[in-house]
């Protein structure tokens, strides 16, 4: 009778499995029990790999603050910012789950502190003063994790999103509403509007600011 062999676990695979799992479902859909059923393994056997669910939590943060880019600590002090900043910007959008627990006081990582010490030495090494560096560094990261979480909740399924243009008129009367309707229906059609990334004009419009104060 041939038999079929599954690949063995490892902490690696089983962090992988988890970030599929969360990516597809949201943080709620991981248990262990669902994560071992991915494998095909009993959950218990994931404890030799893993101490507890926390711990997975943890591991899969860290693969996704590794997709993010530390400013580089050589070249244009803004380049680097701007740089850096869409890449984590787009980490997060791959993993919209991730955003909210990265911040949380429990899930603070190891990675997260090395970008906050780079984003703040780069301000530094440009020139920046310790106090314009502390409120740099806070329009810099709120602009990030901030436009990052206004994407989440700004992210609607195809018939929703149908649903919306059919009773666009009547959620947003043209009479009542007149400047928010046109923009709902913006957000409906293609056009020049489509061609401009909202986060990077936003993240442009702080960097020639921060360049004016330097």
Not at 187 to 203: D, Q
Request: charged share 25%; hydrophobic share 40%; with cysteine.
């Amino acid at each position: 009778m041939a038999t079929t062999s599954r690949a063995p676990l490892s902490r690696e695979r089983i962090l992988q499995a988890a970030l599929e799992l969360v990516d597809k479902g949201g943080i709620e859909s991981l248990s262990m029990r669902k994560l071992g059923q991915k494998l095909g393994f009993e959950a218990m056997s994931l404890y030799n790999h893993v101490e507890n669910k926390d711990e997975v939590i943890d591991g899969i943060l860290d693969l996704v603050l590794a997709e993010g880019e530390l400013p580089a600590p050589t070249g244009d002090w803004d380049t680097a910012l701007r740089e850096s900043a869409i890449s984590v910007h787009a980490a997060l959008r791959r993993h919209p789950w991730a955003c909210t627990l990265v911040m949380a006081p429990g899930h603070i990582r190891p990675a997260r502190m090395e970008y906050m010490n780079a984003l703040l030495g780069r301000l530094r090494d440009a020139g920046f003063s310790a106090d314009e560096t502390y409120h740099a560094y806070h329009v810099l990261d709120g602009h990030i994790f901030g436009y990052s979480l206004y994407e989440t909740s700004h992210s609607y399924s195809d018939e929703d999103a149908a649903e919306f243009e059919a009773n666009l008129d009547q959620i947003l009367p043209v009479d009542r509403y007149p400047y928010l309707n046109e923009h709902g229906k913006q957000h409906l059609t293609e056009g020049p509007h489509r061609e401009v990334s909202a986060f990077e004009l936003g993240l442009d419009l702080i960097l020639d600011g921060l360049r004016k104060r330097r």
